[in-house]
């Protein structure tokens, strides 16, 4: 079975700094992985995803994430945090790639950016 | 803006009180979830519609049921609410399956049940 694992309950960044939050994946065909953002009693927002190409993925508020194979990873980054990014990120993995691209997601990762 | 909505934001109901959930889109997608959210954990599907197709996971209680009465609604509808049913449940859509599993989803901003 597919999964995602998000090692980091909280990751605490400066603003202005670059941030990474972490997720690694097991599946067992190709991987397609996606980045959700949960802000304070709102719904999930579609940040970016890696299906094929190129390893290095562009998204929505200036995030980017990094797909490596060998290391079975999908780290989020962005070069330079801001207060507003503070939220909950989650990683997460379509199952049943031909049937119902179900989504199987970490168990999030609460991003703090200090002033 | 198309876009998914949930109503009630907040509902509150009482042990073993029938609640009804509902969503609407705008965004003409074929595929309806609902999540079960609790506690900023990870967000658990209960069911979703593809079309008329109603596909149910196999750990979601009796207790949960749904119905889509067309492309723009559908509702979830909490038969004899527990105190542990207490959640954020959230609606999503896509337009279909991806087949190469691309395929995102749309979040509507949820519905807090609190249950008395």
């Known amino acids: 079975a597919q999964s995602v694992a998000q090692p980091e309950d909280q990751v605490n960044v400066a603003e202005g700094n670059p941030l990474t939050v972490k997720c690694t994946y097991s599946?067992?065909?190709?991987?397609?992985l996606f980045w959700y953002v949960q802000y304070p009693n709102r719904g999930l927002q579609f940040l970016l995803k890696?299906?094929?190409?190129?390893?290095l993925v562009k998204g929505s508020y200036g995030f980017e994430a990094e797909f490596n194979k060998s290391q079975t990873s999908f780290h989020l980054k962005k070069p330079s945090a801001l207060v507003s990014d503070s939220a909950l990120y989650f990683c997460?993995?379509?199952?049943?790639?031909?049937?119902?691209?179900?989504?199987?997601f970490g168990t999030g990762t609460r991003l703090q950016v200090f002033p | 803006d198309a876009m998914v909505i949930q109503n009630p934001r907040y509902q509150v109901t009482q042990f073993g009180k029938p609640v009804t959930l509902s969503c609407s889109q705008t965004?003409?997608?074929?595929?309806m979830y609902w999540y079960q959210q609790k506690s900023s954990q990870a967000p658990k599907l209960l069911f979703h519609?593809?079309?008329?197709?109603?596909?149910n996971e196999a750990d979601t209680p009796d207790n949960f049921q749904s119905r889509r009465p067309n492309t723009s609604f559908c509702f979830l509808d909490i038969r004899s609410p527990g105190l542990g049913d207490a959640a954020m449940y959230l609606c999503?859509?896509?337009?279909?399956?991806?087949?190469?599993?691309?395929?995102?989803?749309?979040f509507g901003p949820g519905t807090r049940l609190t249950v008395l």
């Open positions: 965004l003409n997608h074929n595929v």
């Open positions: 890696y299906i094929t190409g190129d390893n």
């Open positions: 999503a859509t896509s337009r279909g399956y991806g087949g190469s599993g691309g395929v995102e989803q749309f």
């Open positions: 997460a993995v379509v199952e049943g790639v031909y049937n119902t691209d179900k989504l199987i």
């Open positions: 519609y593809y079309d008329k197709d109603f596909n």
């Open positions: 599946v067992s065909g190709n991987p397609y």
